[in-house]
């Protein structure tokens, strides 16, 4: 089976490579443009651990139609995971045209080149953060979309992009929404790899809203179990959350962190809450659950403790 997966680089698309190569019947194609939002240095480290026979790695940027197209052409796979994009709420205040470019319109550049080569399955990573700040708990797949942040705006728009594209087509698409991702290898601009760094070079770090927000904090193994076991299904259900569904308040996260780590000094300011955060991510994941019966979550403590063990031996 050929499987193309994009962002490969990235956190979420290096973890799904590196499950998807287990399989010795899988060849993959991992494509990233490696660029420059945080440490191109990690992005490589996680392609040089992917590198296995049966992984080929392209640097191309998805808006070079030309290039993408001879590689969807020559390897004609049978399933793209799109997980290229530029994440993050509070950059996108910063730099608004690079969620236009690598969300909105590299999806755009995929989804036709994916139609006109009739790939068989299409997944696309969207985010939790289409829903913005919602009233009632846990969040459904058809709750109202309240995005409060131009990420969230483009991810919703790029839904509608994937949506538009193959509805009426022979493509099997889905969306899945991920809540708050973590584990080893992880993002440094997110907050527990912020943290961990934080705690190594004994540095201060923020904590927004005094540490009241809660975030829905999803191990990343479980999303790619997800990923490969449930997206090639072709059935009805096209839009599902993955939430652990048991949200936790960032504080309580810091006390957890600390003591895994084994690091008792105190270093973080309380600040305020920040422009176009979330206050809250519960996600329900009753509809995943229902479909994909007897699928079991990682605990926190589990996953955390995962994800430390390898940042203390790395580093990273
Ligand atoms: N990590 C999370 O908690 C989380 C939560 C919700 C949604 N998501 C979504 O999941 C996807 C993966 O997230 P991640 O955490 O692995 O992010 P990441 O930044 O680690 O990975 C994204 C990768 O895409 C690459 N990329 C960006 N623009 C590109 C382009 N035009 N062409 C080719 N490559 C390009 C980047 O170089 C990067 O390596 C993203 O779309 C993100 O919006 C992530």
Redesign the pocket.
């Known amino acids: 089976m050929k499987i193309i997966v994009?962002?490969a680089?990235?956190?979420?698309?290096f973890h799904l490579c590196k499950n998807l190569l287990k399989n010795k019947k899988i060849t993959v194609i991992g494509?990233?443009?490696?660029?420059s939002?945080?440490s191109r240095s990690l992005?490589k480290k996680r392609i040089n651990i992917l590198k296995k026979k049966n992984f080929f790695f392209k640097k191309?940027?998805?808006?070079n139609k030309k290039k993408l197209d001879l590689i969807i052409r020559k390897f004609n796979p049978e399933t793209i995971y799109h997980?290229?994009?530029?994440?993050s709420v509070l950059y996108s205040f910063k730099n608004p045209y690079s969620y236009k470019?690598?969300?909105i319109t590299?999806t755009e550049v995929l989804c036709k080149i994916s139609k006109k080569y009739k790939i068989k399955n299409f997944i696309f990573?969207?985010?939790?953060?289409i829903y913005g700040d919602q009233k009632r708990f846990p969040i459904k797949e058809n709750f109202k979309k309240k995005p409060k942040n131009y990420y969230a705006i483009t991810?919703y728009k790029c839904e509608k992009i994937v949506e538009k594209n193959f509805k009426v087509s022979s493509v099997n698409f889905k969306i899945f929404r991920?809540?708050?991702?973590?584990g080893p290898y992880g993002?440094p601009d997110?907050f527990i790899h912020k943290l961990l760094n934080a705690l190594k070079k004994n540095k201060q770090i923020n904590i927004h809203n005094k540490g009241k927000n809660l975030r829905d904090f999803t191990y990343v193994d479980d999303v790619v179990k997800i990923l490969i076991n449930f997206s090639i299904i072709n059935n009805k259900v096209k839009i599902l959350n993955i939430a652990r569904s048991k949200p936790v308040k960032n504080i309580d996260l810091i006390y957890k962190i600390k003591k895994i780590y084994r690091q008792k000094k105190e270093n973080f300011n309380f600040i305020k809450t920040v422009r176009g955060e979330m206050l809250k991510t519960h996600g329900c994941n009753k509809k995943l659950i229902k479909n994909f019966k007897k699928f079991k979550f990682t605990e926190l403590d589990e996953g955390l403790a995962k994800t430390i063990k390898i940042f203390k031996k790395y580093g990273i």
């Open positions: 994009t962002g680089a990235g956190f979420i698309g494509i990233d443009s490696i660029n939002y945080y992005k191309i940027d998805l808006i997980l290229a994009g530029q994440p470019r690598n969300n590299a990573g969207s985010s939790s953060s991810k991920f809540f708050t991702v973590y993002r997110m």
